[in-house]
Structures are given as C-alpha cells and as structure tokens.
C-alpha cells in the first residue's frame, strides 16, 4: 500500500509528464479524484444543502468504512 498525500495546489506542482512531483499521484488518479470531487460537489449542490459539513462528514465516515470492509474481504455495496 501507499501512503496518500494530498495536493499542496496548482502553484506546488511539479510534474515529470506523468505524475506530480510534489504529491506524487498520477495525472490519472488526480483526474479521477477531481471528478469525483465535482460529482459530490454537484450533489450538495443539486439537493441545496445548507449543511455541506455534515454531508461532506456523512461521506468521509462511509467511504473510510467502506474501504475497510473491502480490504477485509466483506466487500458491501450499500
């Protein structure tokens, strides 16, 4: 397993043409946590929430449960 750094910014960035130097994730996995970003950010938005901390804790609780049960081998889909 790797150990997950998050961004340091746009203006921190440093790539070699595949991954960022600073962070060191591929341009891909940085693709596809923005789009995942912007499709939760979408969400809130769409549904007008006025309690964003609490949604965006409501995700962070089930996705870090969700992640353990899938290495543990009782893989979830609710």
Request: glycine share 6%; proline share 3%; aromatic share 6%.
């Amino acid at each position: 397993m790797k150990t997950f750094k998050p961004c340091q910014g746009k203006t921190a960035c440093r790539d070699d043409g595949r991954q960022c130097l600073t962070c060191g994730r591929t341009f891909p996995e940085i693709e596809q946590t923005r789009a995942l970003l912007n499709a939760l950010a979408d969400l809130a938005l769409a549904h007008d929430y006025d309690n964003v901390e609490e949604f965006a804790a409501y995700i962070a609780r089930k996705l870090e449960k969700k992640v353990r049960q899938r290495r543990e081998g009782g893989i979830s889909e609710v």
